[in-house]
Nanobody
């Protein structure tokens, strides 16, 4: 069983930055691929970024590539999402997820079997 707790969300002006953190419980965190997804009001949850077990491979949605960076610290059981040059359309609840079945990063929502409770990110114009 893995428990994920996100933090770091908040209100920021367009062009600003935020860093989200996701703390994971469990001794096998370092063997899981991890991902970030987001869900805007009235919309489906969509892929944002993913990272493989070692941090050596990452993947990003086109809408955030070049602005967001996913990273992980396996010694701290934590995955991060650094968000720069934020835009109002980045406003959403951001969710951290763990895929216990693979080492490689995936953007497929259904592959993730553990989810955090989400953290709100609001970008004002």
């Amino acid at each position: 069983q893995v428990q994920l707790v996100e933090s770091g969300g908040g209100l920021v002006q367009a062009g600003g930055s935020l860093r989200l953190s996701c703390a994971a419980s469990g001794r096998t965190f370092s063997s899981y691929a991890m991902g970030w997804f987001r869900q805007a009001p009235g919309k489906e949850r969509v892929f944002v970024a993913a990272i493989n077990w070692s941090g050596g491979s990452t993947d990003y949605a086109k809408s955030v590539k070049g602005r967001f960076t996913i990273s992980r610290d396996n010694a701290k059981n934590t995955v991060y999402l650094q968000m720069n040059s934020l835009k109002p359309e980045d406003t959403a609840v951001y969710y951290c997820a763990a895929d216990s079945s693979r080492y490689s990063a995936t953007k497929i929502l259904g592959e993730y079997d553990y989810w955090g409770q989400g953290t709100q990110v609001t970008v004002s114009s």
